[in-house]
């Protein structure tokens, strides 16, 4: 019995413990550059008419003309008379002509930019942003270089050095 109790516990003496260290290394280097695009959102504006008024007597009321997709609505005048003379009254016309609708505008195929642009009545234009002297290097040192560009651009370098010795 002595001997199959030293056996077990020689045995248990060689058996290696499991090692908990365990070793991580990540370093990244980036740059990143950007030149933006130009950019043009133009909103069509639709056509609206509007009276109001009090002690007005109406013949013939106002309004909107049906437009078309290659000319706009157009006034419809209207025939006004006071009410009652000798009395206050007010009168309000108001019209807004809406934009026609633009047709033919195609992109190039080969650029993938448009000849002409539509414009309506409500326009966002962003200027392209201009590369100029836009430029960045990743170096053996671990230390990157960017240099600015033109308007509209943007330059980013960036290192990550991590080490993590127990997970």
Known sequence: MKKLLLAICGGVI?????????INNTIT???????????LQSTRVGSSYAVSGNNVSVTTLGGLTGGSATA??????????????????????SLTVGDVVS?????????GT???VNMYSDNQITAGGTAGALAGTLSATGI???TAGGQGTTALGQRTVSLSVFD
């Not at 280097?29 to 950019?39: E, F, K, P, R, Y």
């Open 29 to 39: 280097d980036s740059v990143q550059l950007t030149v933006n695009g130009a950019g």
């Open 72 to 93: 706009p609505a157009t006034l419809s005048a209207g025939d006004y008379d006071i009410g009652t003379d000798e009395a206050s009254f007010n009168f309000s016309e």
């Open 144 to 146: 990157s270089t960017v």
């Open 114 to 116: 448009f000849s002409s």
């Open 103 to 111: 047709t033919g505008v195609e992109a190039s195929s080969t650029t």
């Open 14 to 22: 060689f058996i290696s413990s499991a090692s908990a260290a365990e």
